[in-house]
């Protein structure tokens, strides 16, 4: 259940992951800018295929890796990210960049399909034979001191810092959500805790980080 | 479920939340998806979410892709293209049940009778004056919502409405063009609702086959930057007449 780490050390964030050689659109004329999703999705609205491609280069690996850590089948996880491509070209028109960031809305576009694939087939957690008996037997008070899960504090922002102030047990219900996409009951049956309090946990985290963020 | 859904702006934040986890059952996600496009404060919550826990998504490793991944997205766009009216393949209903192909193809008849019919008109006042005509249409489902209409000789563009567009209130629309070549498109203004409207097109070139004019949603007082920023309404392309 551990998380290969993207960067190594706790090295601030890069600027922007960039092909910077690639001009996006025709307005990007500029040499080294940061990749410019929002021209990208507006020049995909006027139809101009080549700025899928590029959106393409810049993002598949990224938003594949995302897509298969929810679905956990690499077939379904490329045909999720298909359906993605083609959901972004088809509706690049609709992004409102007032309501947040093009990359944003490519990461949400996509997530939200593997999480529409894994909910509507109601998937069976397989879970590892040696992790459930050791989650079964983990003591409720056990939980308290339990370890991160995910490794989680070298890319530090904003919610990272408001994570911080969850209990760890709670953080990383968060993330099993999230990041694997796990329902309420296979996060329950993964930490072998009740449902009951997994939804609780989950639902006081969302407030807790509410109040942190602002 | 129903009373939770409709409670306070906590609940709201709390199912906001909760959607973009990705914790909500396949009903209750449903749900959600059903309401956003009605229910902006719904939609402002999941917004605040997304843009919120989108960080998180750099804990997990990238994935290459298989070589043939984007030839396959090549040849769904090509095919898709190739449709002249965006009926999904991959839906099991029948075409003629489709609505939107029905309403498209009402107002593309439309669209025809208005564009035979200025056709006409300007065809009696002079006949040697190449004509260029732009249906702009929405995005989505492609029907027709204004025509645009220009003689390389008048220097004027003629934009018509086909109906009444509803706007969010404080939202305007603004036109913009573009050309091939051009750097970025070019502002001709903000255009009201249902209501016909002549623009001059002194300090641009003359018209290009294929140039692109498109409405989008902005601030009351236009674009902010100068370049479109909010979603497109309706767009064509430029086609001349003979």
């Given amino acids: 259940m551990s998380v290969k780490r993207l960067y190594a050390s706790p090295m601030p964030r890069p600027a922007r992951r960039g092909n910077y050689n690639q001009p996006v659109a025709d307005q990007l004329s500029a040499p080294p800018s940061p990749f410019d999703y929002e021209a990208a999705l507006r020049a995909c609205a006027r139809g101009e295929r080549s700025a899928l491609q590029n959106l393409y280069e810049q993002e598949s690996p990224r938003l594949l890796g995302v897509v298969q850590r929810i679905v956990r089948d690499a077939a379904l996880a490329e045909d999720i990210v298909h359906d993605a491509f083609i959901r972004i070209w088809n509706k690049a028109a609709t992004y409102d960049q007032a309501r947040g960031s093009a990359r944003g809305w490519i990461f949400s576009v996509t997530r939200h399909l593997a999480l529409n694939a894994v909910r509507n087939n109601a998937r069976q957690m397989q879970m590892d034979p040696d992790e459930e008996g050791e989650t079964s037997h983990a003591a409720i008070d056990g939980w308290q001191e339990q370890t991160d899960a995910f490794d989680w504090r070298v890319n530090p922002g904003r919610i990272e810092a408001c994570l911080e102030q969850l209990e760890p047990v709670r953080r990383n219900c968060v993330f099993h959500a999230y990041v694997d996409g796990y329902s309420h009951q296979e996060i329950a049956q993964r930490l072998g805790a009740p449902l009951g309090t997994v939804k609780a946990w989950i639902r006081r985290s969302l407030t807790a980080l509410r109040e942190c963020i602002g | ?242």
């Fill in chain 2, 1 to 242: 479920m129903n009373t939770e859904l409709n409670d306070s702006g906590e609940s709201l934040h709390e199912l906001a939340g909760e959607y973009v986890l990705g914790t909500l059952p396949a009903s209750q996600r449903e749900d959600v998806e059903r309401r956003l496009p009605v229910d902006p404060e719904l939609q402002a919550a999941v917004d605040y979410w997304e843009a919120r826990l989108l960080h998180l998504t750099d804990l997990v490793e990238p994935q290459t892709p298989s070589p043939r991944l984007w030839a396959r997205i090549q040849r769904s766009l090509d095919e898709s293209a190739r449709q002249t009216v965006p009926v999904s393949r991959t839906r099991q209903s029948k075409w003629w049940d489709s609505l939107s192909l029905w309403r498209g193809f009402a107002a593309a008849g439309m669209a025809a009778t208005l564009v035979l019919g200025s056709l006409l008109l300007t065809r009696t006042i002079s006949d040697s004056s190449p004509t260029w005509l732009v249906v702009l249409a929405t995005p989505q489902n492609l029907a027709p919502g204004w025509v645009m209409q220009a003689s390389n000789q008048s220097r004027e563009i003629e934009l018509i409405p086909l109906g009444v567009t509803e706007l969010p209130p404080d939202k305007a629309l603004q036109l913009w063009t573009k050309a091939e070549g051009w750097q970025a498109p070019v502002s001709l203004g903000l255009v009201k609702p249902g209501e016909p409207v002549k623009i001059r097109l002194d300090e641009l070139p003359p018209l290009q086959p294929n140039q692109l004019f498109e409405l989008t949603l902005e601030q009351p007082t236009g674009s902010p930057t100068g370049k479109p920023t909010g979603p497109i309404q309706f767009i064509g392309r430029a086609a001349k007449v003979i």
